[in-house]
Nanobody, 125 residues
Framework: VQLVESGGGSVQAGGSLRLSCAAS????????MGWFRQAPGKEREGVAM?????????YCSISVRDRFTISQDSTKNTLYLQMNGLEPEDTGMYYC???????????????????WGQGTQVTVS
């Protein structure tokens, strides 16, 4: 499985970015795919996940749910994260991850995911 993130960058507070994660080589027909982030000096945390083929979406915090949108293009095997109203607290490395279907309390926990991308940096000032 290969996951390649793109779309990170530096923006001012209040700005927007759209992250993309191109996936290939996935061995399962049904799976969970999503975004995590890690700020400097902090643990990695879940941002948003989708249970493919896009039936269920989970946002891991109220702040994220109100400003970010996770979506997918199955024809391109690509996952997106539209981030609006960015705040300095959103700064960090953003990772795409995937695994066999994950549900409930485990969906936002990084130990539930087997495959990871290299990450894309988001900096909000």
């Amino acid at each position: 499985v290969q996951l390649v993130e793109s779309g990170g960058g530096s923006v001012q507070a209040g700005g927007s970015l759209r992250l993309s994660c191109a996936a290939s080589g996935y061995p399962y027909n049904w799976y969970t795919m999503g975004w995590f982030r890690q700020a400097p000096g902090k643990e990695r945390e879940g941002v948003a996940m989708v249970y493919m083929p896009g039936v269920d979406k989970t946002y891991c915090s109220i702040s994220v749910r109100d400003r970010f949108t996770i979506s997918q293009d199955s024809t391109k095997n690509t996952l997106y994260l539209q981030m609006n109203g960015l705040e300095p607290e959103d700064t960090g490395m953003y990772y795409c991850a995937t695994a066999r279907p994950v549900f409930g309390l485990l969906v936002c926990r990084d130990e539930s995911y087997a495959y990871w991308g290299q990450g894309t940096q988001v900096t909000v000032s």
